[in-house]
């Protein structure tokens, strides 16, 4: 078992930056994959970021390419998003997301372990 925990959520406005963060404990020796999925209010769950266990593959949702980045360090369990230049249609939950495989996706239907979400909210 692995638990999620998010931070770093805020109220920001258009065009600024907020770094998310995600603390991961429990069964953390095994490899891992980690990802970071939205939800806005009455719409799916989105893919924003993942990243593999060696941090040498990423991927990002397409309305997020260019402006954030997923970083990781295993030293520290944990893994970033670094947001900028934010948009009133990134405000969401954000959760964070790990699966026990050495490989990322963008897939939701592939990750176990989900954090409770932290809530970024972006004003016009």
């Known amino acids: 078992q692995v638990q999620l925990v998010e931070s770093g959520g805020g109220l920001v406005q258009t065009g600024d930056s907020l770094r998310l963060t995600c603390v991961a404990s429990g069964r953390t020796e095994s490899k891992y994959a980690l990802g970071w999925f939205r939800q806005a209010p009455g719409k799916e769950r989105e893919f924003v970021a993942a990243?593999?266990?060696?941090?040498?593959?990423?991927y990002y949702g397409d309305s997020v390419k260019g402006r954030f980045a997923i970083s990781r360090d295993k030293s520290k369990n944990t893994t970033y998003l670094q947001m900028n230049n934010l948009k009133f249609a990134d405000t969401a939950v954000y959760y964070c997301?790990?699966?026990?495989?050495?490989?990322?996706?963008?897939?939701?239907?592939?990750?176990?372990?989900w954090g409770l979400g932290t809530q970024v909210t972006v004003s016009l």
């Open positions: 997301t790990a699966r026990p495989s050495s490989f990322a996706s963008w897939s939701e239907h592939e990750y176990d372990y």
């Open positions: 990243i593999s266990w060696s941090g040498g593959t990423r």
